[in-house]
């Protein structure tokens, strides 16, 4: 996937990085930080430290926007709904187990807030949200 992006970027003010994203550090601070369809994928016991690193990756007055959804179907949730567990296929077949959490719009706003963020997350239609904000 990263080759075929940088492939149809092409641009040398873009760095790609292979990483873990639990466990890597930001080596620069950036004037904004943006996640697509990241964020209900990370594990509760995760979400405070992943804010923290967010935080690390930010100028002083920096920025962050996010968008994603809380999109489950019922066959997915094979630990039941108040799991953050589902199980998803593959094309062919194969089952894998997931994080994805069930965020609303709501939940979040008090979840990042109580991290000390300004946020503002706002509902769009389906199971879409969005937010942004600073420290
Ligand atoms: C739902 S996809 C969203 C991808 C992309 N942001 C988009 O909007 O199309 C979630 C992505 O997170 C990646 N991912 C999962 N765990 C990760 C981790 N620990 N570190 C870095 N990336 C991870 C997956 O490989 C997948 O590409």
Do not use: C
Not at 20 to 43: I, M, N, Q, T
Not at 49 to 66: E, N
Not at 88 to 108: M, Q, Y
Request: aromatic content about 14%.
């Amino acid at each position: 996937m990263l080759a075929l992006a940088r492939r149809q970027l092409a641009s040398d003010r873009v760095r790609f990085v292979h990483a873990d994203l639990f466990a890597w550090e930001p080596d620069e601070r950036y004037d904004a930080v943006f996640f697509g369809f990241w964020l209900s994928h990370v594990p509760l016991e995760r979400f405070a430290d992943f804010w923290h690193l967010v935080a690390r990756a930010l100028k002083p007055r920096g920025r962050f926007a996010f968008v994603d959804d809380a999109f489950r179907t019922p066959d997915e949730l094979i630990d039941g709904e108040d799991s953050s567990t589902v199980q998803r296929r593959l094309n062919d077949g194969t089952a894998f187990r997931a994080v994805k959490v069930p965020h609303t719009a709501e939940s979040l706003q008090g979840l990042i807030e109580d991290l000390g963020w300004e946020v503002e997350v706002r509902r769009l239609t389906g199971p879409f949200f969005w937010g942004e904000g600073h420290r």
